[in-house]
């Protein structure tokens, strides 16, 4: 497997980083196994799926994050579960979690997201849990894009537990607007469902169309990440991402202007 490729920041002022993508189950299996995952991934974005809900929420999610090398960005309980955590790399422009209209008898989904900057390149990101409802995930999938266009930047990315597969009609109406990351530079392994044997895909990262996929994949392989441990963590297998943000243009209005 070709070594993925490191975080830097160019000298025309874009930015290569890593985005991880991971649902850590409310850290009920084997945390330390989960922090060194993370950590060997050297990420400068993760995208958390499933944070800690309840008592002491916050600190069990600020104790994985300085475990892992980075801080708490936004999310957890306030956004129902997603989570952002960054590196010291990023500089936080703004955050807010959004909690997404609750249908009786079903579990409270939200988005946690955020505009970020690495060197001179600025980008939204989000982070997502989508419901296991065909019809409800269909609506909160348009609810994602709509968050994404109103972000205000050029470059956005997403990432979670779609709880659909690449065939599925929410993640293809996202993949028609945005690049499913795996799908365009496929690296390392494909599934991330672990139960029995990793046999689906229904965990991904999107980006919009200016952004540079360099690679994209479950990490097995990945010097540091061991299977032990992947499957101690958590019953889902992680995503990670290397993107080549482009430089900020200086009057950025709409990742939407990108396929308009």
């Known amino acids: 497997m070709a070594p993925l490729p490191n975080s830097r920041t160019e000298p025309d002022g874009s930015a290569i980083i890593r985005v991880l993508s991971y649902n850590i189950r409310s850290m009920r299996d084997d945390t330390a196994a989960l922090a060194r995952v993370i950590k060997a991934c050297a990420p400068d974005l993760v995208l958390i799926q499933e944070a800690p809900l309840f008592f002491r929420w916050r600190k069990k999610l600020a104790r994985l994050a300085s475990a892992s090398g980075l801080v708490v ?46 060197g001179g390149a600025r980008l939204g990101v989000l982070s997502c849990h989508l419901s ?63 139960p029995g044997n990793p046999l689906q895909r229904i965990d991904a990262i999107f980006a919009t169309q200016g952004i540079e996929v360099l690679a994209c994949g479950v990490p097995i392989g990945q010097p540091g990440v061991t299977e ?32 308009n």
């Open 73 to 118: 960005l936004s999310g957890g309980a306030t956004a129902a579960g997603p989570a952002l955590l960054c590196s010291l790399r990023a500089t936080v422009e703004r955050t807010e979690d959004v909690l997404l209209p609750l249908t009786p008898g079903q579990h409270r989904r939200g988005f946690a997201t955020a505009v970020v900057r690495f």
């Open 132 to 194: 296991l409802r065909q019809d409800e995930r269909y609506e909160q999938g348009g609810m994602l894009l709509d968050r994404l266009a109103g972000m205000g930047v050029d470059h956005v990315i997403a990432g979670g537990d779609l709880n659909d597969r690449p065939d599925g009609r929410t993640f293809e109406r996202l993949a028609k607007e945005l690049q499913d990351c795996w799908a365009t530079a496929p690296w390392g392994d494909e599934n991330t469902w672990i």
């Open 228 to 259: 032990t441990d992947l499957r101690a963590a958590t019953d889902h297998f992680p995503v990670l991402a290397a993107l080549k943000i482009p430089a900020s243009s200086g009057n950025e209005t709409s990742w939407m202007n990108w396929t």
